[in-house]
Structure formats: structure tokens, C-alpha cells
């Protein structure tokens, strides 16, 4: 072990990033052990499997991309769904770009890889940001890291878990519906203000207003409306800020 790691895991900053998204593991497993027995009875390799959850590490784009790969879709609607499940990450780029556009490239893709909805989440309540957006402050890559690194391994293991068991374990376990009870109760722990309950009720009424749209796409439907109510709602927040300021 690398001195540098060991002063990175004895940072207090880095330990504060990881205790503060324990709270978040057990459902971020249990969602990583239901997408890893999908990706196996969805027709993939294990080895592919494997290969995908350490690659890709998006479990909304991996189920996304299942039923395309399923029925054969060609490789640039696969592309394309993964992007559109993923744009969202555009946003949070966009956030993050004041504390880590001075690193190394390398780094920045490294941090990118690692990145997930949950290490934005923490990070802004760790750093929230000023009238100006967000600033740059002591501790915040270790903070960073720390709750990313947990995620990390949090989803990875139990999705390789999920792997190698996927053909012992019965359907009649019900693992769906227990994942999705565990990211329904994630999701409800993150809805702290009326502008994430407004973007959850908006994903939510997309779902099923397109649920009858073939290969799942009504997913990819609710992602887009989220993301555009989410920039809707911030330009109106940013827009009353600046009314506020003026004379």
C-alpha cells in the first residue's frame, strides 16, 4: 500500500466523505445484486456481465441497455440509450467543474468514473453553494473520494455477487421487488425540498404515461422529463435570485 493511500484512508475529510454515505450502502447493494442477477438471466455472460458492472458502473444505463441488448436493437440505439439515461451527469459535470477543473486530466477521469447521483448528493450537503455556485474549500476531494470509493465498492460487490449466483438463484426470491423497494427507500430519503419532489413527480408521471412504449423506453422518457423539469426549475430559481439582488 502506497503511502499516499494510506494518508488518503487517514484522512479525517476522506473518512467523513465514507461515514456519511454508509447510510446509503445497504440499498445501493441490494440494487447492485438485483442488477447483477438481471444482466445473467437477460442473456449476457458472465464474463460480460463482470466486464459490464466495472466498466459501465451505471446501473440505471446497464437495465436500460438489458432489453435493447435482448431484442437485438442496433448498437446506436444501445449507444443512445445510454446517453440519454446518463445526461443527467452533463448537469452535475456542470456543478463539480468549479472544484476539479484544476486537477490533472487524469484525475478529472478517474472522478468522473466514480461519480454517481449519491456522490453529488452528499457533496452539496457536505459543500452547499453560495449565490455565486459552488466554490472551492480544504478537504473537498478526500470528501469526495471517501463517499465515492464506498459506493463504489458497495454496488460492485454484491453486482459481481449477483453474477456468479444468477443461475442458482430462483425467480421465486422476488430480488426485483426487494431492489426496488431498497432504491424506492433511497429515493424517498433524498427528497428534501419541493424542487425534488416536483422533478420525482415528473419522472414518475412520464413512466407511466409512456409505459407502453416498446424496450423499456418509457425510462428513458421519464429520465428526459426529470432532467428538463430539474433545468426548468433552476433557471426559475436563478432567475428569482437575480430579481431579489436587483434594486
Known amino acids: 500500500m502506497s503511502h499516499a493511500f494510506r494518508s488518503l484512508l487517514g484522512d479525517p475529510d476522506f473518512r467523513r466523505g465514507a461515514r456519511e454515505m454508509r447510510s446509503l450502502a445497504a440499498g445501493i447493494g441490494a440494487w447492485g445484486l438485483v442488477t447483477g442477477v438481471a444482466m445473467v438471466k437477460g442473456g449476457l455472460s458472465v464474463p460480460l456481465a463482470a466486464l459490464m458492472t466495472l466498466l459501465v458502473y451505471a446501473g440505471s444505463a446497464q437495465l436500460a441497455a438489458l432489453p435493447l441488448l435482448a431484442a437485438g436493437a442496433p448498437m446506436w440505439v444501445i449507444w443512445a440509450a445510454g446517453f440519454c439515461v446518463n445526461l443527467r451527469f452533463v448537469i452535475y459535470s456542470a456543478r463539480w467543474r468549479a472544484v476539479f477543473a484544476p486537477l490533472p486530466r487524469r484525475y478529472r477521469l478517474l472522478l468522473g468514473y466514480l461519480a454517481v447521483d449519491l456522490s453529488l448528493i452528499g457533496f452539496q450537503r457536505a459543500y452547499p453553494a453560495d449565490e455565486h455556485g459552488p466554490s472551492r474549500a ?48 433511497i429515493t424517498y430519503s433524498l427528497l428534501s425540498d419541493r424542487s425534488t419532489w416536483v422533478v420525482a413527480g415528473v419522472a414518475g408521471t412520464a413512466a407511466v404515461v409512456a409505459f407502453a412504449l416498446p424496450l423499456k423506453l418509457n425510462i428513458i422518457v421519464a429520465i428526459v422529463a426529470a432532467v428538463a423539469a430539474g433545468l426548468l426549475i433552476e433557471q426559475a430559481q436563478t432567475a428569482a435570485r437575480r430579481l431579489q439582488r436587483s434594486p
Open 138 to 185: 480544504p478537504g473537498q476531494l478526500p470528501y469526495f473520494l471517501g463517499g465515492s470509493l464506498l459506493l463504489w465498492v458497495a454496488w460492485q460487490v454484491p453486482s459481481l455477487i449477483g453474477i456468479a449466483l444468477a443461475n442458482v438463484i430462483p425467480d421465486s426470491w422476488g430480488l426485483g421487488f426487494a431492489g426496488t423497494l431498497a432504491m424506492l427507500g
